[in-house]
């Protein structure tokens, strides 16, 4: 064997090393085989929920104070709809209905006791339905686009927003 040979197998077996060996940096999850069909699709859906969490509080914290603007959907401008669409899209990969009207017809509603951080309530501010959306986070506060203050955090229990509220919704998974 040349020595050129030799230098040219030698580049050919590392690349192919490294190749192989970055296909292995994803996190890898393993599931006992005695374990049931129940076990498996709680197991998922615990691993799926602690991601999503984490990420559905990193990317309100990044919209928070982004100012109101009908119609908006970017961090230049944001209504209550495009800001729940952003961030639906971006933490779960869903993309929802353009209207708070149609999110709340488009999801499964739920009880108060139910709600979970993620969850939608939905308000009547213009007394003819359903006409805000925000995001639920927990201990009663949710995350929406108010048309003073752009997105902000606010408490669910105050008085202002109990007497327009509508109700809770969970997005159909």
Partial sequence: MTMLHYRSVCIVI????????SCHS???TVYNSSMSKKELGNEKK??????VK?????EIDAWLGVPYRYGGNDKGGVDCSGFVNAIYLSVYHVKLPR??????KACRKIEDKELKEGDFVFFDYEGKGVSHVGIYLSDGKYAHASTSKGVLISDLNNLYARKKYVGAGRWKN
């Fill in 54 to 58: 984490k990420s559905l509080r990193q």
């Fill in 14 to 21: 590392t690349f192919v090393f490294v190749i192989l060996s």
């Fill in 46 to 51: 615990e691993l799926k929920d602690t991601h």
């Fill in 99 to 104: 209207t708070s009207k149609d999110i709340y």
């Fill in 26 to 28: 994803r996190k890898a």
